[in-house]
């Protein structure tokens, strides 16, 4: 009788052992086979339409992963043949033709049974923010074009839209603070907000605007420069601002207008061009500059004639000519003011400054984090090198030769004096193109808010579901533990008998 009890007590714990261990390989199975077997990569593709050129970038992420932060990654970038979109306003059918290639490229990459299910957006900036300004049903028939070639494509296209330059700025801020994983981190496993000091600023360098970014340490006392967004729980409330017509090449074109322009007293005269380098001369259209509506004409001026050009590669004359293009007076008086009347609470943070920023400083050598005098004394030592060392120096360059100098002078205007960046503040600015193997712009911003992949709440629910999980790993790993020793107890004693 006695032994029967322990018997079926025996096989019992036996069986519960069995069921347990059973359960337990199960749910190691699950967990394993989520981490271990890759779900099908998603795919999202961005055209990012600027004032000069048009790039496309296919971004990449694990489909079972997309509420995770920093999984977002670059799978490619395309360069567009040909101008930006918006010099097609005598043919718009060319400029979507023009995007053809790049995505035909891009639909190589993506499986193609995942074709329609790849969101695809293309979104224009300042140029055609000009462009409707000067003429609105030119810049709708190119939209129009534009959209009408993609939606041709197998993909799920979103349309074709002018960004507002607020978002511009937004969406460079959500990228650059995304990719360094400033917005969530994981950490000795669960999710947690990473401290506000942290966050990083961004600033672009377009061709035809410029965009500052950053959380302030104060408030932001001017609504229209505030955006705010509730990402993973937390809300942000960030200073943005777009400045029109401060873009590169927007102001390499006013500089010169201004300069043809206070040249008009001694009619025929060639201009010259304190930014140019010695040497250098050329001839230039002067009709193609008025096209733009941050140049203002003066009757007087007669556009069909061309201008002759002469540097003088005089640096300090480059920057007076170039203080002329902002409008510090709008500000005197003003305590948080940058220029153009436009507030700006101090800068504060580390910021990353890319896009032209970044192909400026990187020409000139001067992107890893070099002191403000060093910087100064670089650029200005380049300004003035003669044109002829200039040209032999940097054979097969010669499309923005004579303009890093320019450009080079205009960026120290605009970040210490525009801006505001000071002595002390200048290291925390890293001009860099790239973080974490993708570029830095508003494209990957635009397309997570835009396909809702950064949620406004906690990750909560993943975190629940991971946790019991791994709590019923441990319950059924101790029963099994339990369950084998009871049964090794009982057979002990039984077979002492
Ligand atoms: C805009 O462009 C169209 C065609 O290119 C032209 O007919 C029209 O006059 C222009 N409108 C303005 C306001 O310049
Ligand atoms: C600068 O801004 C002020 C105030 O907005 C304006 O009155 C002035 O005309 C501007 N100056 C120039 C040179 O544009
Ligand atoms: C940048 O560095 C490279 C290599 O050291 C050098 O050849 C080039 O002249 C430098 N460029 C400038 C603008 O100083
Ligand atoms: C900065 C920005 O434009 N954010 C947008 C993100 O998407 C939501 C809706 O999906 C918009 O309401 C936000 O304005």
């Not at 401290?195 to 600023?201: R, Y």
């Not at 961004?202 to 420069?225: C, H, M, N, R, Y």
């Not at 000519?321 to 007076?329: D, G, H, K, V, Y």
């Not at 032209?356 to 650029?379: A, C, G």
Request: aromatic content about 12%; hydrophobic content about 40%; glycine content about 10%.
């Amino acid at each position: 009788m006695g032994r029967s009890w322990k018997e079926r007590v025996f096989m019992t714990l036996l069986g519960v052992a069995a069921a347990s261990g059973l359960t337990m390989l199960i749910l190691i199975l699950v967990k394993a086979t989520n981490v271990l077997l890759p779900a099908d990569a998603k795919f999202g593709i961005v055209f990012d339409a600027g004032s000069s050129h048009t790039s496309l970038f296919v971004y990449q992420w694990p489909g079972n992963k997309e509420k995770d932060t920093g999984v977002v990654s670059q799978a490619l970038t395309c360069q567009v043949e040909g101008p930006g979109i918006s010099s097609y306003t005598s043919d718009p059918t060319q400029a979507g033709e023009s995007l053809k290639s790049c995505l035909e490229e891009a639909l190589v990459l993506i499986p193609q049974a995942q074709h329609p299910e790849t969101p695809t957006f293309l979104g224009s900036t300042a140029g055609m923010r000009l462009l409707s300004q000067k003429n609105g049903s030119q810049a709708r028939d190119i939209l129009a074009a534009v959209s009408q070639t993609l939606s041709k494509f197998p993909v799920d296209f979103w349309g074709a839209k002018i960004l507002a330059g607020q978002d511009e700025g937004a969406f460079g801020w959500i990228t650059i603070n995304y990719v360094l994983g400033m917005l969530l981190k994981y950490s000795s496993g669960q999710w947690i907000l990473p401290e506000e000091g942290m966050l990083v600023g961004a600033l672009d360098l377009g061709g035809a605007s410029t965009q500052i970014s950053f959380v302030p340490q104060g408030p932001i006392l001017d609504q229209s420069t505030q955006v705010t967004f509730r990402l993973y729980g937390a809300n942000y409330s960030v200073y943005t601002h777009s400045y029109l017509c401060f873009g590169r090449d927007q102001i390499l074109n006013r500089l010169l207008a201004k300069l043809a322009q206070d040249r008009l007293s001694s009619q025929g005269a060639p201009v010259r061009h304190p930014c140019y380098h010695s040497g250098y001369q050329a001839t230039l259209p002067l009709g193609s500059l008025y096209d733009s509506p941050c140049i203002h004409t003066t009757d007087s001026l007669n556009h069909t004639q061309n201008l002759t050009v002469e540097g003088t590669g005089n640096p300090g004359n480059c920057v007076v000519a170039l203080r002329s293009l902002f409008n510090f007076s709008s500000c005197e008086g003003q305590e948080h003011c940058a220029f153009n009347g436009v507030y700006q609470p101090p800068v504060h943070g580390q910021f990353y400054a890319f896009s032209n920023f970044y192909y400026t400083f990187h020409f000139l050598n001067l992107t890893s984090r070099q002191p403000l005098n060093t910087v100064n004394d670089t650029v200005w030592k380049f300004c003035q090198k003669p044109w002829k060392l200039v040209e032999v120096s940097y054979p097969g360059q010669e499309r923005w030769l004579r303009d890093y100098c320019a450009s080079g002078l205009y960026i120290l205007v605009l970040l210490l004096e525009g801006y505001k960046f000071s002595e002390e503040t200048w290291p925390n600015i890293q001009f860099q193109k790239q973080a974490g193997g993708t570029d830095i712009g508003w494209t990957l911003g635009f397309m997570l808010n835009l396909t809702g992949m950064i949620p406004a709440e906690a990750l909560t629910q993943w975190r629940a579901q991971s946790y019991s999980i791994w709590t019923a790993g441990v319950v059924f790993a101790v029963l099994t533990l339990v369950a084998i020793l009871g049964a090794a107890a009982i057979h002990f004693f039984w077979t002492q008998d």
